[in-house]
């Protein structure tokens, strides 16, 4: 199967503590994502990586850190979690612009 | 800032009607994009309408585009329960080549 898997569904955390959410793409694309969705699912885009290269770095706190180990994966650590951090993480994979394959995200919940 | 924008939060219809959402946008752009968005799931792909085409259907779903007027609309015929969703609108253009979305219309089909 091809698609985009998000690890993991929900995750439930304490302010301050450390988390990472896991993405990983098995449709050959050479350009992940990652967006926030808060409550009102605006979604927002934060990352994107191409052959390791982050080519869109959206201002986002500096806690956020994306992660790649190969072109199929891209995690997002975040450092120290605060309240706002509370939303849906979305991975998204693509060739270009055109067409973006999204996982069924992370919910995430800060309290 | 949010480049694209659909112009009402929410609707509802009955199962068999058609419905119709509306987009516009701010800047000028390379292509129009509509994603849906089903409960616990990411957005997916439904028409991907380029600046030069007027018109786009993919089954049920037909996608309009203006320039003139910045704007672009879904429309989706003999609804079904399943098409209960978030729509978003997305566009690629302006200052760089980003996928921008729009702030979502909920749609909701009653049986």
């Known amino acids: 199967e091809t698609a985009v898997f998000q690890t993991p569904n929900y995750h439930v955390t304490q302010v301050g503590n450390e988390v990472s959410f896991n993405c990983k793409q098995t449709?050959?694309?050479?350009?992940m994502y990652w967006y926030k969705q808060d409550s009102k699912k605006l979604l927002k885009i934060m990352f994107s990586y191409n052959n390791k290269q982050l080519i869109v770095n959206e201002t986002v706190p500096r806690r956020f850190s994306p992660q790649s180990s190969d072109k199929a994966h891209l995690n997002l650590r975040i450092k120290s979690v605060e309240p706002e951090d509370s939303a849906v993480y979305l991975c998204?994979?693509?060739?270009?612009?055109?067409?973006?394959?999204f996982g069924p995200g992370t919910r995430l919940l800060v309290l | 800032s949010q480049l694209a924008e659909e112009n009402l939060w929410a609707l509802s219809v009955h199962e068999g009607e058609s419905v119709t959402v509306n987009c516009s946008y701010k800047t000028s752009i390379t292509a129009l994009q509509w994603y849906r968005q089903k409960s616990g799931e990411g957005p997916a792909q439904l028409i991907l309408i380029r600046s030069n085409e007027r018109e786009k259907r993919n089954g049920r779903l037909r996608a309009t585009l203006d320039t003139s007027s910045q704007s672009s609309s879904l429309s989706i015929t003999a609804t079904r329960c399943e098409d209960t969703a978030v729509y978003f609108c997305?566009?690629?253009?302006?200052?760089?080549?980003?996928?921008?979305f729009g702030k979502g219309t909920k749609l909701s089909v009653k049986s």
């Open positions: 998204a994979s693509s060739v270009n612009q055109d067409t973006q394959y």
């Open positions: 997305a566009t690629t253009g302006g200052s760089n080549a980003k996928l921008t």
């Open positions: 449709l050959g694309h050479d350009t």
